[in-house]
């Protein structure tokens, strides 16, 4: 269960989720396509962009609903105005949420194994 947790934290800063020490990213959003150091693949042949924005997508959501919860109920009266900034820090949030969800994706595949079957499936077919 540690070794879990280890591992998604990892994924979540950014550095290898196997080894810890690797980088996952070459610029803020550039994944690296494996670690430098144990040689873990980060992508295989599936989409794995899906899961991070599936999670970004619906904790972005989920503090919208939070948000505009707070703003009807604490000023009414500036709705549209609270709405507009709602929408901005929203979208400033899941444009950096991104990147740490990626991060946690991969490491919630890497403790699956789902990376391992990546690579066995990019063996037989390549
Ligand atoms: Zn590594």
């Known amino acids: 269960m540690l070794a879990a947790i280890v591992a998604l934290w990892r994924g979540?800063?950014?550095?290898?989720?196997v080894c810890g020490r690797g980088r996952m990213?070459?610029?803020f959003y550039t994944l690296i396509e494996g670690c430098a150091l144990c040689g873990r693949r980060y992508e295989g042949m599936g989409n794995q962009n899906t899961g991070?924005?599936?999670?970004?997508?619906?904790?972005?959501?989920?503090?919208?609903?939070?948000?505009?919860?707070?703003?009807?109920?604490y000023v009414p009266?500036?709705?549209?105005?609270?709405l507009v900034c709602l929408f901005v820090l929203?979208?400033?949030?899941?444009?950096?949420?991104?990147?740490?969800?990626?991060?946690?994706?991969?490491?919630?595949?890497?403790i699956t194994g789902?990376?391992?079957?990546?690579?066995?499936?990019?063996?037989?077919?390549?």
């Open 12 to 17: 979540f800063v950014g550095r290898c989720p």
């Open 90 to 110: 929203l979208t400033i949030f899941h444009a950096i949420f991104y990147r740490l969800a990626r991060g946690l994706w991969i490491g919630l595949l890497s």
């Open 52 to 73: 991070a924005m599936g999670i970004s997508v619906t904790l972005t959501t989920l503090l919208g609903f939070i948000g505009g919860f707070l703003l009807v109920l």
């Open 114 to 126: 789902a990376m391992d079957e990546d690579e066995r499936r990019d063996e037989f077919f390549l």
């Open 25 to 27: 990213f070459r610029s």
């Open 77 to 82: 009266d500036q709705l549209v105005l609270g």
